[in-house]
Nanobody
Framework: QLQLVESGGGLVQPGGSLRLSCVAG????????IAWFRQVPGKEREGVSC????????KFADSVKGRFTISRDNAKNTVYLQMNSLKPEDTDVYYC????????????????????WGQGTQVTVSS
């Protein structure tokens, strides 16, 4: 069973930074494309960023380009989302998602491309 656990959320002031972590259990993270999504209750889930299993394909939503970076540490079975210059509109619950071992997602930031999800971590940007 694929498991994903997010951490690193919290309360931060506008302009601040946070680093989210997504740790995989039950499978080798390096075998899967991994994406980050965010969602506020009552709104659609928005794709934020994706990194392919090789690391060669990386995508970002236009709303976070230039502020967020994504990386993976295969030795730690972990993917990170570094969020800088945070804005109040970045406030959301952030989820990591896996396409599954050797599943080709093309890193499309669509929730339908990813089959395994973590429980989410809350990010609040407020002064």
């Amino acid at each position: 069973q694929l498991q994903l656990v997010e951490s690193g959320g919290g309360l931060v002031q506008p302009g601040g930074s946070l680093r989210l972590s997504c740790v995989a259990g039950g499978f080798t993270l390096s075998s899967s494309d991994i994406a980050w999504f965010r969602q506020v209750p009552g709104k659609e889930r928005e794709g934020v960023s994706c990194i392919s299993r090789s690391g060669s394909n990386i995508k970002f939503a236009d709303s976070v380009k230039g502020r967020f970076t994504i990386s993976r540490d295969n030795a730690k079975n972990t993917v990170y989302l570094q969020m800088n210059s945070l804005k109040p509109e970045d406030t959301d619950v952030y989820y990591c998602a896996a396409g599954g071992p050797y599943v080709q997602t093309l890193c499309q930031l669509s929730e339908y491309s990813f089959s395994s999800w973590g429980q989410g971590t809350q990010v609040t940007v407020s002064s």
